[in-house]
């Protein structure tokens, strides 16, 4: 499961709603948004409250091929709950060709026999476009097994049965209306994670100006820390997403002492990040230094595990690094890749070191 900050906004409205879903007995949990609307962090906050066991999977776009996803899915499964889903596993390890059927029909047959609860959540659920996987899932929603909660958190709607389940009230609903920040949620975002204080009238014109985006906030907070005069920054603050986006980005990057900011480009290319692994695409030996305080300064960074061993970047503070790096340093790009594809293979991540190899 992702690792949640110390400090966070209570959710109450939506943590009800994602509540009402599982005690209405509907099948599946659709959040849907862009990136930057909390999705994740929403859905760990609610898991947490629920005391249900819980299986995760973080999808990526590798995931596409059925024999890994199962493999995936499984296993999340028999760490949430021991020996859920084991033969359905032992099937799918052994089986060259996967046979989806008596798969899936053993995985049921111990889902029926829990004698609690236990919620799937499929995280990044945009990046699978394997019509195979999405049968998978509609053949498991299918057997409408009482036991079962699946959540989905997605940029995009998936190629799902939705209509058919919204038509027989077993869906979920969470769009970007509904994790959007209320002035309150905005107020103590500011004051007691990012550490901002603003007048009430700011903080009104800056939830009005992003529509409660969590990331538009977030960002705007870390360029008032470097802001001489609140005031004129927040009236200053408009236009769509994306613009405000590039503009606070410059400015957040531009308060930056230049060895962080290549340390961001160059390990923009990264999906995770490892001190390690940092070390050996940047060449710079304090990689576990830069990443503390990344992660200290609210600098878009995501722990991955409760060593703080594993971060990655925010999705959308990622892809913007990368333009950087291709604006700044083109000529770097390949041989950041090899130096990944090195680091990997050396590793024993193959999988991983053929991905950045190519």
Not at 275 to 300: D, H, M, R
Not at 317 to 336: G, I, M, S, W, Y
């Amino acid at each position: 499961l992702p690792i949640l900050r110390r400090t966070l906004v209570p959710r109450k409205k939506v943590l009800r709603q994602l509540s009402a879903g599982v005690h209405n007995g509907h099948l599946l949990t659709l959040v849907s948004a862009p990136a930057g609307y909390g999705k994740t962090t929403t859905i760990r906050m609610w898991v947490e409250e629920t005391g249900c066991p819980v299986a995760w999977v973080t999808l990526e776009k590798s995931d596409n091929d059925p024999k890994q996803f199962l493999m995936y899915l499984l296993s999340a499964l028999g760490q949430a709950e021991e020996h859920l889903g084991q033969a359905a596993l032992e099937v799918v390890e052994n089986d060259q060709e996967v046979n989806l059927q008596r798969t899936l029909g053993l995985l049921i047959n111990d889902l029926f026999d829990l004698d609690q609860p236990i919620i799937l959540v499929l995280e990044e659920y945009h990046l699978i476009e394997n019509e195979k996987i999405d049968q998978v899932i509609e053949w498991i929603l299918n057997q409408a097994v009482a036991n079962l909660h699946l959540v989905i958190a997605t940029r995009e709607d998936p190629n799902l049965p939705l209509t058919r389940l919204r038509v027989r009230n077993q869906l979920t609903e969470i769009r970007a209306a509904d994790l959007s920040f209320s002035l309150e949620e905005a107020v103590e975002f500011f004051s007691e994670v990012m550490g901002v204080k603003l007048s009430k009238r700011e903080m009104e014109i800056l939830e009005n100006r992003t529509e409660g985006w969590i990331a538009g906030l977030q960002l705007a907070a870390l360029s008032l820390k470097e802001s001489a005069d609140s005031a004129k920054f927040v009236e200053a603050f408009r236009g769509t997403h994306r613009h405000v986006l590039d503009y606070l980005i410059e400015e957040v990057l531009n308060s930056q002492p230049e060895d962080i900011r290549e340390f961001l480009r160059q390990t923009s290319i990264l999906d995770e990040l490892s001190p390690s692994l940092c070390e050996a695409v940047t060449g710079q030996a304090a990689s576990k230094k830069y990443l503390q305080g990344l992660e200290n300064n609210n600098l878009f960074l995501v722990s991955l595990d409760e060593e703080r061993t594993w971060y990655r970047y925010h999705a959308l503070f990622a892809e913007l690094l990368k333009n950087q790096l291709l604006q700044t340093e083109p000529e770097r790009v390949d041989d950041l890749h090899e130096r990944a594809a090195d680091w990997y293979e050396k590793n024993g991540f193959i999988q991983k070191a053929v991905e950045y190899a190519f």
